[in-house]
């Protein structure tokens, strides 16, 4: 989950030009109006009835998953309920991934129980399932270790979710540099800065960066028909040839870019580009805002309500000019070279093209 983003943050995120060379414009053909081109988001977490949100997504051709997380803090009936009661209204724009409970994984029968839940959640319609990072970097065993996510313990389920063909959406492990002192020219420096429980360096009592990538691996090596999308570039922002390498072992891993657009920005455009163009079907497009005010100790306003709104559309749209863009752009403060993803057809702005189209069109 991203905590929301101030106001004063995405202005900064904008400033955004398209400028093409002229030497290139005779191969480049126009991208489509922003509006006109159906965009779908893999990864939100909107836990109330905002009519603006709603407006939001019809005006700009919008639609998302709605993500429930974590599976460890007792609140997933709650975010199941507000969840569902969404999607009933709004099906098309609020699809659900449902998670887990792992606060009664000691207690006899959980992967029974574990599986019968999951099962009335895809009869409401859950289209996924999604796994955090608390497995790997919070949860222990009787023993006091850590539960790595390959553990025995959660075997039945992915078997289970292989054969009835629901996609695992892993968010497992942190950027790497939670494991790497404190860096102010880093993406994630203000987001460890405030949340030191998840950052790492220091604590060697924690398992390492690889240790969890190789265990999030093992899950795909032991169930080979279990489509796993790996959230935010799978946790590999900072190598895309380790990502380059697994989309190729592995051809039921797919992932998707929320809240790491700007990591990519810091690559070479060119080999973002050849990963793009070689993986169009595997790269799903997400953001990761999240409006939980059930987490809140007080009701936000309607002005609050607004803002999000407004810092949602800033962030959706700096992505385009990142990603459709035909020249330099500003993301972040830094400037960088737009993507426009020619051969891709903007492929990763709409999950119904890539091969898990059970996500939404069942």
Known sequence: MTPLLSLRTLAAVLALTAALPRALAA????????E???KIDVHSHIFEDVPAIHAL????????????????????????????ELYAKHPQLYPVTTTFDL????????????????????????????IWKEVGIEIKNRDGKFILPDDPLFDPIYAHLAKVGKPLHAHLAEPID????LDKDSNHYSYYSTNPQWHLHGKPEYPSHAAIIA????????????????????SLE??????????????????EVSARTRNLTRHPAEKVRALFQKFPDRIL???????????????????????HVTSLELRYRADWDYYAGQGETTYNNRTCKSQYLQGSEYQIYDYRKVRITEWLDR
């Open 27 to 34: 191969d480049v053909a126009p991208r489509p109006a922003y």
């Open 36 to 38: 006109k081109m159906l």
């Open 57 to 84: 997504f019809a005006r700009i051709n919008d639609r998302t998953i709605n993500v429930c997380v974590p599976g460890g803090d007792g609140q997933l009936a709650l975010m199941d309920r507000i969840a569902f």
């Open 103 to 130: 606060l009664t994984r000691d207690e006899p029968n959980y992967a029974t129980r574990t599986i019968a839940a999951l099962d009335r959640a895809f009869a409401r319609g859950a289209v996924a399932v999604k």
């Open 178 to 181: 939670a494991w790497l002192p």
């Open 215 to 234: 265990a999030r691996d093992n899950i795909m090596k032991k169930h080979p028909t279990l489509v796993v999308v790996g959230a935010h570039l799978g």
């Open 238 to 255: 900072h190598d895309l040839d380790g990502i380059a390498d697994r989309l190729a072992r592995y051809p039921n891993f797919s992932i």
């Open 285 to 307: 497009y997400g953001v990761d805002a999240g409006w939980m005010p059930h987490r809140r100790d007080t009701p936000p306003t309607t002005a609050q309500r607004q803002g």
